[in-house]
Every structure is written in C-alpha cells, then in structure tokens.
C-alpha cells in the first residue's frame, strides 16, 4: 500500500514535470525575440565575455586603451565566455541559454516548494504561474545577468534546505556545492548580499557554529581573488553610483542623512504599491508620476503583502530563513536610487513572492473553509484554488504571452534604426584606430565594431573638451535616443 502511494507520487511528479517542460518550449519559442535588447547594460556584458573568451582578460575592448574593467562583476560574462567556448559567441546562443537557465529556475522552483510544502499539487501551481510571469520571461530573451543570478541563487537555496546540519562541515558534501553557488552569486550581482546574510543568521540561530564560521571563511576565500584584482582600482563605479544622489546627475554631489531618509521613503511607496502588485499580477508597464498615490493602489498592495506575510507564518519549514532571506532583499532595495525604478531589481524574489502569496491563499482558505462549507471541506479548498489560479493562468498568462510575441515581431524604432545605421557608417568609412564618442557605448560598438567612448557627465564645457581630447575622439555622436545627458553634457 505505501509503495503504491509513492509511485502513484513519483508519477504525479513526472506528469507535472512534463507539463512544465512542454509548456515552457511552446511559450519560449514563440516569445523569442532575436533582437539585441536596447538596455545597454546588456551589450555590455557581451563585450566583457567575448573579452574573456579571446583571451583579452577583463577588459573594455571598445575602448581604445582596452583598459581593466570594474563596473560589473564578472560572474555573468564568465557564463557568456562559457558559452561562446562551448557553442558559439552568437547572441541569439547567448540569450537562448538564458532560457534554458530560466527552465532551471522553474525545476529549482518546483523542488523547493515542494521540499517546503510536501506538496506537489502547491509545487507544480507555483511553477506554472512562474512560468508565466512577464518579467521572467522578458529577462529570459536578452543578455543581462537577472536570470543567470536567479537561477545560481536559487540553485543555493535548493541546496541549503537540504543539507542536514546535525552532520559535520566536512562529512557533508552538500554544503560545498552551496557555499561555491552562493559566492557565484555574488560574482553575478552584489544583491546575493541578502542571501549570504540571511544563511548566516538562520545558521546563527540554531547555533550550527562550526557552519557559522565555515560559512564567513569560505565566502571570503572565494570572494578574494575579486577583491586582490580590485585593490589597484580608483574605485568601483557602481558603488559609487549608489553614494550619489542622482547617478544621471553627478554634479549634485553625494547623499546625506536627509536625502537617504528621502530615498527610503520613496522607494518603501513605490515598491508597496506599484513593484511588487506589479512583480506578480501584471504585465503592464507601471507609469511613475508626481500625482499622489490613489487608495486602491494602497489598498493591492498592502492585501498582497498581507497574504504573502501569512503565507511565511504558515511554512512548515524554514520559516526564519525565507522572511529574512525576503528583509534582506528589500531592505536592499530600499537603499536603492530611487532613479533607479522598475521591477528588474525585483526580479530575483518574484518566484519567491508568486509561491508564497500562492500558499497564503491556501491557508486562508483552510481558516475559513470550515465556516463556509464545512460538509464540503475536502473538497472547497481545491475547488477555489483551481479557480483562482485558472483564471490567474489564463487572463494574466495570455496576456504576457501576447505583449511578448509583439515585442518580438516589432522591430527598432526610427531613432534606433538611425543610431545603428550611423554606426553601421563609422564602420565602412572611418579608420580602424578611430574614437568615437557616443551615449550607449555598448551598443553602438556592436554595430560598429570601431573604437568608442563616453562623454563627461560635466557642466563645464572645457573640462569635456579636455576630456574628449584626452580620449583621443574624433567623432561625436548627438543622438535622438531620449536622453538628456546627451544634450545636457554634450552639445554645449
């Protein structure tokens, strides 16, 4: 009887694995989008991989000084010169890899929330509406490092919850593979910060000292390589950026008390009523204004949060790790620029997020099931639910594939198409040795193959004479991109 329970079990599991592979090959392939995307960001790290892969170390191959590079961490242009060295240095390769790790992210998925849950049913829900998430599945088609640090920290989580602490460090192999996967996740984005964090209070908690301890060294051993190559650097740019009130604007200078109590209060309002509802529950774009924040907005966000609150009080297991692994996080966040919007800073909770609002509903519904219905107790909890995410699957699901599959099929508007047609100019008919300066180097270099740099964030019109001339630029790209640092900074 109970060997029959377990392969009724184990087959319940594969169908449901299956299901996931099936619908994630049909909606990838008709959601791709072969377009480079025009988040600059994104050229960025292809350039610093393909650097890596030819063996130019950690450069800025644009450049003509092809300088060591200290913007961004290494870990996701490793994974790109990983790529190129097994496949090919194809982007379409690139990005399709990244789908492949959000199909990691989805099995991940599947297996914490069951490990968490000891349910499959829960488990294979949560998966399914992360497998239609819009956020997920746009950073799953273009080369930025949101889904490889998704599918690393994840893959440290999934590991963590299963190692059994009442063993000793060195007789427990799992924690090694953990350990490694937490410090690639840092190497990707500074943000797995919250994970290290929240592993070591969990840890320190239960006392497991000698984890404690192994923990800390062990992340700095593999974290030192980093900080030894660093040490000769005049500081790192993205951290810097974090210390100044407006990274756009440098010339306002670097934050005080006041302006970080600003910056925490505007974020803490945004996030509540606008990232996170949004992170889970749509597809559309959010539009920040000035206007004061309506009621109802208040209100989503808030109920949301409730649910999801209650969903982490409710866990079997891991409770303290999952909430201050979720603190952590957005407490992070909450120190962020607040010119720095959207829900890609989020993304790396958004699986977390769906699975325990998703749980929070469920265990609400066992408190008043039995008030409602109770002679039909049984089966009132999974009747609701599957209506719920029913409905979610089909209303919110079809609507992210749609807006994808537009997005796909669309092509570069006419400033864009200008922008890459003037580089595609810089590449026929200007020497090999030419500099020339341009508002998104990244993405101007891959169209034109030549030399380029930035401009100087300055109001001082001949500290950037002095600066292009330093740079030796015998170019100047005024661009129709949307920017006002070109015009700002540039053309007077």
């Not at 496949?87 to 998925?109: C, E, H, M, Q, R």
């Not at 994840?154 to 350990?179: E, R, T, Y």
């Amino acid at each position: 009887m109970i060997k029959s329970i377990a392969a009724n079990k184990r087959l319940i599991r594969i169908i449901y694995i299956l299901i996931l592979t099936i619908t994630f090959i049909k909606i990838y392939s008709s959601i791709f989008d072969k377009k480079v995307s025009l988040v600059g960001d994104n050229v960025s790290y292809y350039m610093l991989g393909t650097a890596i892969a030819n063996g130019d170390g950690y450069t800025n191959i644009q450049h003509l000084e092809k300088e060591a590079h200290y913007h961004y961490p290494p870990g996701y242009p490793m994974v790109i010169a990983g790529v190129t060295k097994l496949f090919s240095n194809d982007i379409a390769t690139i990005k399709v890899f990244n789908g492949v790790l959000l199909f990691g992210v989805i099995l991940l998925l599947f297996f914490i929330v069951k490990k968490l849950t000891q349910n499959d049913h829960i488990a294979f829900a949560t998966s399914f509406i992360a497998l239609l998430n819009y956020h997920l599945l746009v950073y799953s088609t273009i080369m930025m490092s949101e889904i490889p640090f998704l599918f690393f920290s994840m893959l440290c989580v999934w590991l963590f919850i299963k190692i059994d602490f009442s063993k000793p460090v060195l007789k427990n192999w799992i924690f090694f593979p953990m350990l490694i996967c937490l410090s690639f996740s840092f190497y990707i984005r500074s943000v797995a910060l919250a994970l290290f964090v929240s592993i070591v209070f969990y840890l320190f908690l239960k006392k497991r000292w000698s984890y404690v301890f192994s923990l800390i060294g062990g992340f700095i051993l593999l974290y030192l390589p980093w900080i030894i190559r660093n040490s000769h650097a005049t500081g790192n740019s993205y951290v810097h950026q974090l210390f100044l009130k407006n990274p756009y604007k440098p010339e306002l200078g670097s934050i005080g008390f006041l302006d970080i109590c600003e910056r925490i209060s505007v974020n803490i309002e945004r996030y509540i009523t606008k990232e996170i509802p949004s992170s889970i529950l749509s597809s559309k774009d959010v539009m920040y204004t000035d206007a004061s924040t309506p009621f109802s907005e208040w209100f989503l966000g808030f109920l949301i949060i409730g649910v999801i609150l209650f969903g982490i009080l409710r866990l079997p297991k891991f409770k303290i790790f999952i909430l201050s692994y979720s603190i952590a996080f957005l407490s992070l966040l909450m120190v962020w620029p607040h010119v720095w919007f959207g829900t890609r800073f989020l993304l790396p909770l958004i699986p977390l997020l769906i699975f325990l609002f998703i749980f929070g509903m469920i265990e609400l519904l066992k408190l008043v099931s039995p008030k409602v219905s109770p002679k039909h107790e049984k089966y009132f909890i999974p009747t609701v639910m599957m209506l719920i995410l029913g409905l979610w699957s089909f209303t919110y699901g079809s609507e992210s594939i749609v807006k994808l599959q537009d997005e796909a099929n669309g092509v570069y508007a006419s400033n864009y198409k200008n922008y890459f047609a003037l580089a595609d100019w810089v590449q026929k008919n200007t020497p090999d040795n030419s500099v020339t300066s341009v508002r998104k180097e990244g993405l101007f270099y891959l169209f034109s193959k030549k030399n380029v740099t930035n401009y100087k964030k300055t109001l001082d019109k001949e500290a950037q004479i002095e600066y292009l001339k330093s740079k030796n630029v015998d170019y100047v790209v005024v661009e129709q991109l949307g920017y006002s640092s070109t015009h700002k900074y540039l053309v007077p």
